[in-house]
């Protein structure tokens, strides 16, 4: 017998712009992390995950409904760069959506 297996190998779509708030707490600084919907081809919009990176590290997962938001604290002193991945029910990764904060002394 003939057995037809699918391989999902579609990356997802680069979830839609990354935006923030800033605010200083307590002598750190933390941002309030929004992004858009990604789209997959397979994955339904409630089962992806978002992998969010701060200066290149992990910074957190999160799979919550729209909106998307996720909370961080940011390094005083430099430009901070945010990465938002989208990873499918695959593990088919996004590029990501990135912004830049710049936190040095003006």
Do not use: K
């Amino acid at each position: 017998a003939f057995i037809h297996q699918f391989i999902e190998t579609t990356v997802s779509a680069i979830p839609g712009l990354v935006n923030s708030v800033e605010d200083v707490i307590d002598g750190a600084t933390e941002a309030m992390v929004f992004w858009g919907d990604s789209q997959d081809n397979v994955t339904p919009q409630e089962h992806i995950r978002y992998y969010l990176y701060l200066n290149g590290q992990f910074d957190g997962a999160t799979i919550d409904p729209y909106p998307h938001q996720f909370s961080m604290y940011l390094t005083l002193g430099v430009v901070n760069t945010i990465e938002v991945y989208a990873v499918d029910e695959a593990g088919n990764r996004s590029a990501p959506a990135t912004m830049t904060i710049d936190l040095r002394a003006p």
